[in-house]
DNA sequence: ACCGCTTGAATGAACGTTCAATCGTTTTGC
DNA sequence: GCAAAACGATTGAACGTTCATTCAAGCGGT
């Protein structure tokens, strides 16, 4: 993963913060330049523009969940095991960092992304599902549609544990997780 | 529901049509002007302002969607296959109107939607999740839960069927109804 | 003295919105 | 029945604001 220097990471910081409360339009590039504590022309010297900056703000967070994902994988555990170490992670990733989820949500729905389909297309998880299918873990479906729901659901999941209200009473993490893992498993 | 004229109709329709193609952001009142074929002056002549204009868009089709989802449930049925043509005439909507789907998650996740949780809170359709959940035919949850989740599945089912690639293969709604009433059901 | 980083006022384009003028239809007065 | 007035709908150029972006000048370390 790339280093980001402390200014680039301040206009990273708060471009996330400014968007998922005002966001892509409504988030200026000199509310960002206040709020990350540099000049207005600073942010250019990082990035060739909002558009650019938008979109390595995203590839930089990709990264970020990407590495949630691959290290709550572990050869050493079974696929049931792996399953739940992968949920629990990522569910807490997004419930720390729900202004990447928002953000993702905004992104993937946005004109900045041309192809919305690779959003978590890494090898690594692909072949864990790819494993529990062939495997017998898993219903006998397509493995990218197994790791898009999978993926899907505890971006929902963390969502209703985060905005939910007092009436959904007591949803817990492990409650989604089974409900989900009791559709998909064999 | 309330009527519309030919004109609202029609800046209904380029708003949604732009928002899909270039997010809210990007969509100016001359471009929905263009095309729909009016003056800019005339979209101020229906609603107030821009924000005024994609808050009513949202209310409009948020009750087109109800409908659908009212018109699918039907006391002559079982729960079960109630669940099964709520699946269906849901997905078939959001396919047939891809544009209010992408619409909607980028409403929601923008700041002009305050409350963001009562997107699908009419009391029919959670009344019968209620149902079926105190006759025993779902799993114990807050219905609420029930009820987001299922819509939430829907949309993804939606959007693959849409979106997907090819790889995913013979994805069938059916096949992701079935993965969700498996997970939900007793 | 150099050089890369930083500044923030200046710039010009683009935007949402306004409004005086125009158009087409309906109502009024006779 | 008809002209005229009234009315709401429509137009689009013009307005003022806001925004992304630029760049000449300044700063600080080497």
Sequence with gaps: MKQLTDKQKAIFDSTLMLIREHGFHGTTMSQVAKKAGVAA?????????????ISELYNYNRNLTIEVIDNSLSEKHSFKENFYH??????QFYIDNTQILIFFEQYVNSPYKADKNNAYSHSRLLSFFEEGIKNGYLKK????LAMVLTVSNIAIAAKMHKFGNPEAGSTSMEQMRDIFWDGIAV
Excluded: N, Q
Excluded at 41 to 53: A, N, V
Excluded at 86 to 91: D, K, V
Excluded at 141 to 144: G, H
């Design 86 to 91: 992968l949920w629990e992670a990522l569910h």
């Design 41 to 53: 022309g600073t942010i250019y010297h990082y990035f060739e523009s909002k558009d650019k900056l």
């Design 141 to 144: 479906v397509s493995p990218k």
